[in-house]
């Protein structure tokens, strides 16, 4: 039982190239997110999914793209890189609907670098 | 914006000392998590409460919620240098919103042995 899992761990980009950062998930949760992570700050919240086929926008969505063909994996793409978006971003998952209180699973973070 | 403030921002104590961190928020609730964070590591769930809930406990872990204040407190008792990360606050509304979280800016707990 893998939980949670990113690739890359660290990447270099330059400006304007395009990425995606993989998640992947085996614990059949309904649920997942991603946020990004800039220094000083807490998690924000950039786009999440309440499952296959179905997501939507959080707080800083600017810039980045999602689709969840299945259940386990959830991709983020950055169309066009800017300095803006060097943080550490990290992929979440969680129950769905049909259980209100549940915790987060994360993964262990992409460590993202645009020069 | 984010719609939890923690303090305070940073944290330092002698190992066996009790440690406690405050988080506050502006809407209501379903429930309150509390996260660690190793430095470069992922998230790691430590406690949630609910909203009907004003007390929770977990090892040397306490947590307690005061929804007419809108606020929480993590305590974490005895310290140990282990115990050194950074801790976060995450509300979760609930309703159409029920997985997703709002994080606070985080406490940095430094333990020295």
């Known amino acids: 039982n893998a939980g949670v899992t990113q690739t890359p761990k660290f990447q270099v980009l330059k400006t304007g190239q395009s990425m995606t950062l993989q998640c992947a998930q085996d614990?059949?949760?309904?649920?997942m997110s991603w946020y990004r992570q800039d220094p000083g700050m807490g998690l924000r919240l950039i786009h999440y999914?309440?499952?296959?086929?179905?997501?939507d926008q959080g707080e800083v969505p600017n810039g980045y793209n999602v689709s969840r063909s299945t259940t386990e994996d959830f991709p983020l793409r950055l169309l066009s890189a800017a300095p803006s978006q060097t943080s550490v971003y990290f992929c979440?998952?969680?129950?769905?609907?049909?259980?209100?209180?549940?915790?987060?699973?994360f993964g262990q973070g992409t460590r993202l670098t645009v020069v | 914006s984010q719609q939890g403030e923690e303090d305070p921002q940073a944290l330092s104590i002698q190992e066996g000392e009790n440690a406690t961190m405050n988080c506050s928020y502006k809407?209501?609730?379903?429930?309150l998590q509390w996260y660690r964070q190793n430095s470069g590591r992922g998230l790691v769930h430590l406690i949630l409460?609910?909203?009907?809930?004003r007390e929770k406990h977990s090892g040397r872990l306490r947590v307690t919620l005061d929804t007419s204040k809108k606020s929480s407190s993590l305590l974490i008792t005895a310290s140990r240098a282990a115990d050194t990360a950074s801790y976060f606050c995450?509300?979760?509304?609930?309703?159409?919103?029920?997985?997703?979280?709002?994080f606070g800016q985080g406490t940095i707990l430094t333990v020295h042995p």
């Open positions: 995450a509300r979760n509304a609930g309703g159409t919103s029920y997985g997703k979280l709002t």
């Open positions: 999914s309440v499952g296959a086929g179905i997501t």
């Open positions: 614990m059949n949760h309904e649920y």
């Open positions: 809407t209501s609730i379903n429930n």
């Open positions: 409460i609910r909203s009907n809930e």
């Open positions: 979440a998952s969680s129950y769905g609907f049909g259980v209100m209180n549940t915790e987060a699973f």
